[in-house]
């Protein structure tokens, strides 16, 4: 398996623009996280899910966050409008069965200007 | 709620050095414990776990062992390498919510 494939890799945007990051776990995976990561705040989780089910989104910070996954193959993060300080390293992360580790992709970051 | 406390970082140490990194975990029951790697530009990977009180995680010469008596899991090794510059993060699942909840990270960087 390739592994969680997260992309783009790199993203700059400008204020007020929609930015979309997408991930797709590896395959049968039935837990999908996504995370934040800055240098003031650390790694962040921002919303999971359970069998294409959103979970627990309090970590979602404002309404201009949103998060789907329409199959278990598949999930995007999207900012609308972006600002500034939402940049940063956002992870995407799967898991399947009890108590097991999570497996990361490589990010995405994102640069808002 | 279930938390996670690493030491302050940065560390940093020279070559050879003796390294320990300190964790300890707020939880209910008996979590499965984790320690992960971070390299520069790089997700999160998966250096060591353990899933029971006693059992000792080890992975390219780090080593941690989960404590129920004192709740913690410290990872240490032997003698470090300028490659083990990197970020660690210490890391607990929530066995009900079945998420990870992880600390906040350590630097650690190795001088030659």
């Known amino acids: 398996d390739a592994g969680v494939i997260q992309s783009p890799r790199h993203e700059v945007t400008e204020m007020g623009q929609e930015v979309t990051l997408r991930c797709k776990p590896i395959?049968?995976?039935?837990?999908l996280f996504w995370y934040r990561q800055t240098m003031m705040r650390g790694l962040e989780l921002l919303i999971y899910?359970?069998?294409?089910?959103?979970?627990?989104d309090s970590g979602m910070p404002e309404d201009r966050f949103s998060a789907k996954m329409p199959n278990a193959s598949f999930s995007t993060l999207k900012i609308q409008p972006s600002e500034p300080r939402d940049s940063a390293v956002y992870f995407c992360a799967s898991r399947t069965g009890l108590n097991t580790e999570a497996f990361f992709g490589q990010g995405t970051r994102l640069t808002v200007v | 709620g279930n938390s996670v406390t690493q030491m302050e970082g940065p560390v940093t140490l020279s070559e050879e050095a003796f390294l320990t990194i300190n964790c300890t975990y707020t939880a209910t029951g008996y979590p499965s414990l984790f320690w992960y790697v971070q390299y520069p530009g790089e997700g999160l990977q998966l250096l060591l776990k353990a899933t029971k009180a006693d059992d000792k995680g080890s992975n390219k010469g780090f080593e941690a062992t989960y404590r129920k008596e004192t709740t913690s899991f410290h990872l240490e090794k032997g003698s470090v390498q300028v490659s083990d510059s990197a970020v660690y993060f210490c890391?607990?699942?929530?066995?009900?919510?079945?998420?990870?909840?992880f600390g906040q990270g350590t630097r650690l960087t190795i001088n030659p």
């Open positions: 395959s049968g995976h039935d837990y």
């Open positions: 899910f359970n069998n294409n089910v959103p979970i627990d």
């Open positions: 890391a607990l699942i929530d066995q009900g919510a079945q998420k990870l909840v």
